[in-house]
């Protein structure tokens, strides 16, 4: 089982001239594929996500503005401040997470490695909690 | 060989509550696979691109703000406003590419079916001119 302890954010480098240029290459930066994108643009001060997965692993970043991403394994939570496109968090299986659109003009952008499944979605945190318990058994 | 005349923007559909999302699905929305990303911020009425590719396929998403995309197939140009995260431009390779950052806030999305390799990029117009001719020959 993943365990927020163990999440860090990953750094990628920026090319910047008068614009910045901010590259993620699969197979290098990140080692899954890319089987779904979606971008979010949130509200100030949104609340977002509120969800774990069970299979699917998701890739964040944030492009424009601020996101705050809490992160949850049942046991700890951890909070990551996604303040510049640099910064990226892998977020695997089993991990409850919320994201807070704290900047006006906040862009999350995130990369999957399965396409969308309903099934795969754990929506309340007794059946998060619970989840985490029968895996752990 | 590739022309603008055949260029058309992808639309995705978008799910809205208090913020937006927009999902784009590889095998579905698009055929290639993902191998890099990359984000740009552009400076207000900042000029990039200036390049074709001999091989490699990008997909730009403008995910903030508004991008100007200039396509050039030699012989015709076409211009496509990216003014939502909704569309999408698939350039093709043999293309001839220019953006303009209209709008504060900028932000580039771009995905491509190839890593990054400098031998494919052509970085001088009368170079790609050249290359048409030859290609066509």
Redesign the interface.
């Known amino acids: 089982m993943n365990n927020t302890e163990d999440m860090e954010l990953i750094r990628l480098s920026s090319h910047v001239n008068?614009?910045?240029?901010?590259?993620?290459?699969?197979?290098?930066d990140i080692s899954l594929?890319?089987?779904?994108?979606?971008?979010?643009?949130?509200?100030l001060g949104?609340h977002?996500g509120h969800h774990a997965h069970k299979v699917l692993t998701q890739i964040l970043?944030c492009?424009?503005g601020l996101c705050t991403v809490i992160c949850d394994d049942g046991a700890n939570r951890k909070k990551f401040i996604l303040d510049s496109?640099e910064k990226v968090l892998e977020i695997p299986p089993g991990i409850w997470a919320e994201q807070i659109?704290s900047r006006e003009?906040t862009?999350l952008?995130v990369?999957c490695d399965y396409?969308?499944d309903e099934a795969d979605y754990i929506r309340d945190y007794d059946e998060f909690i619970q989840y985490r318990k029968e895996q752990l058994t």
């Open positions: 008068s614009g910045k240029l901010v590259a993620l290459e699969v197979g290098k594929p890319i089987r779904r994108v979606f971008f979010v643009s949130g509200e949104e977002r970043v492009v424009n496109s659109y003009n862009v952008l990369m396409p969308f």
